[in-house]
């Protein structure tokens, strides 16, 4: 039987199949932005091909889908999402707008303010309120609400938003709305706020049921014409969807919930990197995910990746539990440009895939990274993707040479400059979530994957000092393998405001009781090994901003409980910040409950390249700062073991990888990229 993982990346679809021995068959099919599931039904017709049977066959014979999807990305990136309505508290309309007195560039004068995803004549006030102990001040009044739902229907929403105010501790007046707005209009999607982020926080909270109601509709119809294609081949199996946290959920909870897969596509890259930790057994690592159209870069300190409740996409505010992802516009497919004072800049936007790059010879004429990098000679024209697509050279020439002109210079130097760009860029894309949050890169591991990461991460490592720098041998579809190292998990979370002194361990037992017995209804019947992890969102008296505080190995049943969490709040605050108040009352803000279902474990082959005979290297001329002939050699054609020094090229079908002069890759049992910078 097969397990199968699905990437939808902004250029190509990688796909991934793992059978009971741990054998991989990967597959690449160009994206289709139109209709995501084109291209995975293509690229699952490649994939049957490549384990030698028919896409039927192939689904016959898979036990589990999983998959990433930007569906929810891009719709909230190019604002394509739908038609919302929100509801709320009469008077509060405009939180929303005001984004806590906030704006991106404090000190520009005349920085317009983002557009909302709700217009103002959509944001409707509706007569009702809760206080903030949840007791009942104003019912909520049934023709106030029908007055706001005739102008949304009269409006023609698709989707309905209900964020009322303190519906975190008493949701009965969101659950009455959503009950009249099933009557009224059953075909709209509702989102409560009750039920999307029940946690203190106003403008978090309405940002995050706004996001969830303007591409919920555009992501559950995707997921519905999925599930219809692919039981239509034959497929009758759960299809498992990425979620922003880590985890998987099936289809109809990442429906219902759907902003919870804003970031389902680069945290497929984060599993990954968590199970490549475990298989190296180096837990301090920082992921290198270089696509197409963008740049991912995470940081994993003791094999576990950062949660973060901050994330902001596009304008959008999403307060629910994600990795702690930065993403940068720098991929294959990023476009150089010189500005007017004759700066060379990479990016942010990119030739995506269609037209692509130059060298594709689908009609781009922008030039791009990849282009720079076929007129060095580092890619193969004639091995692209196995051969399925012949680079345009000529055409990759042409291009960079509009950046050559504007920049007085030739061909091959402004094909170095775009690289040497692109790799600084990246390199402080890294430093972001690492130096600036008081880590030093220089003692972890850098993991490459992403088609075209190979090329880059060697230099992009020097640029930081990091030492060693692993490239799995399935780089290029390595978040799609990632997702198949994943669980079921439900993240659940209450809000309870209380200083740690006046709060008893019987109520925080009740209170971390109850949301375990909502996750674990939510995760129905499961078989597996279920965890309970758990956390408190605390902080200092006077301060405004929380900070995590994971409660493992932490027995609830002990007297001095309350007296443990506040000296592990103390201790997590010292290595955040540097420096702890004992002496201060420590307020709990939220408690967190992550219930995880844990799914089979990956099989993996350890000895997949112990076997091999050494397949002679090619030779070829590649441009590093000077032509040199340098040794091409295939990526499965290296035994385990062997070592090759720089420079040296190794290629597969889908990614090609460059040793730089004083480096040296060992091959491992597995099959990947051992690489020592000197």
């Known amino acids: 039987m097969y397990r199968i993982g699905i990437d939808v990346g902004g250029t190509f679809t990688d796909l991934v199949a793992v059978d009971d021995a741990g054998r991989i068959a990967v597959a690449k099919a160009a994206s289709t932005p139109r209709d995501q599931s084109e291209g995975l039904i293509e690229g699952l017709r490649l994939l049957a091909a490549e384990v030698g049977t028919d896409l039927g066959g192939l689904l016959a014979r898979t036990e589990r889908i999983v998959h990433g999807t930007t569906v929810a990305t891009n719709a909230l990136l190019e604002r394509k999402g739908a038609r919302v309505g929100l509801l709320t508290t009469e008077g509060h309309r405009d939180v929303i707008e005001m984004r806590e007195g906030l ?13 909302p995803l709700v217009p103002r004549a959509l944001r409707l006030g509706v007569r009702e309120r809760v206080a903030f102990d949840g007791v009942v001040r104003t019912a909520l009044d049934r023709r106030s609400l029908a007055r706001a739902l005739a102008t949304l229907e ?13 519906a975190y501790r008493n949701p009965r007046h969101e659950q009455e709305t959503g009950r009249a707005v099933a ?51 034959g497929y009758t199996k759960e299809v498992l969807i990425m979620q922003s946290h880590g985890g998987v959920a099936p289809i109809k909870e990442s429906a219902r919930l759907a ?40 940081l994993l300190q003791g094999g576990e990746p950062t949660l973060t409740g901050e994330k902001t996409v596009g304008i959008a505010r999403v307060a629910l539990p994600s990795l702690d992802i930065h993403t940068l516009g720098a991929g294959g497919g ?25 060298c594709y010879g689908r009609g781009g004429t922008a030039p791009t990274v990849t282009d720079a990098n076929l007129v060095r000679g580092l890619l193969d024209p004639g091995n692209f993707l196995g051969g399925r697509i012949t680079l345009d050279a000529a055409a990759a020439r042409r291009a960079v040479e509009t950046i050559a002109g504007a920049l007085g210079t030739d061909a091959l130097t402004a094909a170095e400059g775009i690289s040497q760009v692109v790799n600084t860029n990246m390199a402080e894309g890294i430093k972001l979530v690492s130096v600036r949050r008081g880590v030093d890169p220089r003692g972890f591991t850098l993991v490459a994957f992403g088609g075209a990461a190979g090329l880059h991460v060697t230099e992009v490592a020097r640029l930081l000092e990091i030492r060693r720098v692993i490239v799995p041998s399935v780089a290029a579809v390595l978040s799609a393998w990632g997702m198949l190292a994943t669980d079921l998990r439900y993240e659940m979370v209450r809000s309870h405001v209380s200083e740690v002194g006046r709060l008893t361990p019987a109520r925080l037992r009740r209170l971390l009781g109850a949301l375990e017995v909502d996750g674990l209804r939510r995760l129905g019947r499961f078989d597996g090994t279920v965890d309970v992890r758990r ?13 995590t505080v994971p409660l493992d190995g932490v027995d609830l049943a002990r007297a001095d409980l309350l007296d443990e969490i506040a000296a592990r709040f103390h201790r997590r605050h010292e290595e955040l910040y540097a420096y702890s108040a004992p002496g201060q009352e420590v307020v709990i803000v939220n408690a967190r409950v992550a219930v995880v279902g844990r799914l089979p474990v990956l099989p993996a082959d350890e000895a997949v ?45 889908t990614t090609t990888v460059l040793l730089r002069e004083g480096e040296q890759a060992t091959v491992t049992p597995r099959g990947w990229l051992d690489i020592e910078l000197g």
């Open 259 to 298: 902003a919870g897969a804003v970031l389902s596509g680069p945290a497929g890259g984060i599993a990954a990197g968590r199970h490549a930790a475990q298989l190296t057994g180096r837990g301090d690592l920082v992921t290198f995910d270089m696509g197409g159209t963008s740049t991912d870069i995470a």
């Open 103 to 115: 704006k991106d560039d404090r000190y520009n004068l005349r920085v317009p303010p983002p557009v």
């Open 535 to 547: 956390s408190l969102d605390m902080r200092y008296g006077e301060q405004i901003f929380e900070i």
């Open 183 to 233: 009557r009224a209009r059953p075909s709209l999607y509702v989102s409560l706020s009750s039920q999307v982020l029940p946690q203190i926080k106003e403008y978090e909270r309405v940002w995050t049921t706004v996001v969830n109601a303007y591409v919920g509709p555009a992501l559950a119809r995707y997921l519905a014409n999925l599930a219809a294609r692919l039981r239509a081949h």
């Open 334 to 358: 990023s476009i150089a440009w010189v500005d007017p004072g004759g700066i060379l800049h990479v990016g942010p936007e990119s030739a995506g895939a269609d037209p692509g790059p130059a």
């Open 609 to 653: 390249a112990a076997g091999r005979a050494l397949t002679p290297p090619a030779r070829r001329r590649v441009w590093l700062g000077g032509w040199i002939e340098v040794p091409i050699y295939r990526l499965d054609g290296v035994p385990a073991g062997h070592q090759v020094k720089g420079p040296a090229v190794f290629e597969s079908a």
């Open 154 to 166: 009269r409006a023609g929403v698709e989707a309905v938003a209900v964020c009322y105010l303190h």
